[in-house]
């Protein structure tokens, strides 16, 4: 799509420069909500760099090879609820390896009790890719020709006569950038905040939003078991509906065409927040052990030894509130700008996206203005 031309203006401290073609924007984290604000603005023209701490794209929409089997071991699946995440998913970028998760997901209790799913969320239609759902971050990146920095972390931001300069722990800088979008959750974007050199007047009220989005920590543990293992019901997935449970959630990779070869089965158990964060330094090996057993009593049988276990430690997994995207607006004027789940309240990819996309829509208008 052609962008929106444009003239060249500066807000908020009344700075000018030399016209040129497009703003060079920044954007920190390449999670789903960071790379969909970078298609968009990619879209409309604008310079975009984005920069991500590890090697990989999609943040917690996360997947991972090993011994044959690929597996979702951040987001499990996704679902598709508005008509801008349908058009980018299914139109926009490629649909091969896209596939429809086949089973239901049915609730258990505290005491462990299952019973079956309700009918009518069971029909929604959930998705993932063969090669796993981090497929989606890497679609919009080459899909979009979007520049990414991967194994960069940025520590420290500082802004000189309206441009914005970032600087990472190894003392390398990246400047002259028009615009900034920080995407990390929030606990990790308030200490991005509190360690820069920023006016005091826009960095304390931003934090004081950030801080009503509270995150919790979650374990996954997979396991990897010889043979088939049906769920109860043969559903895709058990959940814990009253949240009282050590787990959370379980569900079976192989209902994802691709995920598992034949003749053995593998299961994503996602302990509870609680039982995570009680837990949470504990060796990786006890953490698998006491997994297992748990899972073995949920599912009321006797599970042979795994052929092998990994497991993955988020220590922000998901937001049990939010925080308020318009409160920052009056941080736009210094063209510093927010997106991810931290404004969803819960992690959910569609949402994620939106809010990245969001996002973009609001720095084109700001440059538009
Ligand atoms: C265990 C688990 C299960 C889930 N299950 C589901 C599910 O089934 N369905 C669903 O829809 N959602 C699910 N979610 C939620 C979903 O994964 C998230 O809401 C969504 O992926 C968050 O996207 P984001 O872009 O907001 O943040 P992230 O994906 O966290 O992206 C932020 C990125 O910023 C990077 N970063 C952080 N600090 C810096 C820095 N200083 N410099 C550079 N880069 C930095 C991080 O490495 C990361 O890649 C689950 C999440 C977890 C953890």
Request: hydrophobic content about 40%.
């Amino acid at each position: 799509m052609a962008g929106p031309t444009h003239s060249d203006r500066f807000g908020a401290e009344g700075v000018t420069s030399p016209v040129r073609m497009s703003e060079k924007i920044a954007i920190i984290g390449a999670g789903l909500s960071g790379l969909a604000a970078a298609f968009k603005l990619k879209e409309f023209g604008k310079e975009v760099c984005v920069f991500e701490k590890s090697k990989g794209l999609s943040g917690r929409a996360a997947s991972r090879t090993r011994k044959g089997c690929r597996y979702d071991y951040g987001a499990n699946y996704f679902t598709v609820e508005s008509n801008e995440v349908a058009h980018l998913l299914f139109q926009t970028l490629p649909t091969e390896g896209l596939c429809r998760i086949v089973g239901g997901i049915h609730p258990f209790d505290l005491t462990g009790k299952i019973s079956a799913g309700e009918p009518q969320r069971n029909s929604a239609a959930r998705w993932t890719y063969r090669e796993g759902i981090s497929t989606i971050g890497k679609r919009m990146v080459e899909t979009g020709g979007l520049k990414v920095m991967t194994e960069t972390r940025i520590s420290r931001l500082k802004r000189t006569r309206g441009k914005w300069q970032l600087e990472t722990e190894g003392g390398a800088a990246f400047d002259d950038f028009d615009a900034v979008l920080i995407t990390t959750p929030g606990p990790q974007t308030i200490d991005l905040l509190e360690a820069s050199d920023l006016d005091r007047t826009v960095c304390d009220p931003t934090v004081n939003e950030l801080k009503r989005a509270e995150f919790v920590c979650q374990f996954t543990v997979i396991l990897n078991f010889p043979g088939p293992i049906p769920l109860p019901g043969d559903g895709y997935a058990l959940i814990n509906s009253d949240r009282l449970h050590d787990i959370a959630w379980i569900s079976h990779e192989n209902r994802k065409p691709g995920h598992v070869p034949e003749g053995e089965s593998l299961f994503i158990v996602q302990m509870s927040p609680a039982w995570s964060h009680h837990h949470f330094n504990r060796p990786v090996d006890e953490v698998i052990a006491m997994a297992l057993t748990r899972t073995a009593d949920l599912l009321g049988i006797n599970l042979p030894p795994p052929n092998w276990a990994d497991v993955q430690r988020w220590r922000y997994a998901h937001p049990v509130s939010a925080a308020d995207q318009c409160s920052l607006k009056p941080v736009s004027a210094f063209r510093l700008f927010f997106a991810g789940d931290t404004f969803v309240g819960k992690g959910r990819v569609p949402a994620v996206i939106e809010s990245g996309m969001a996002a973009a829509s609001q720095i084109i208008a700001h440059f538009r203005e």
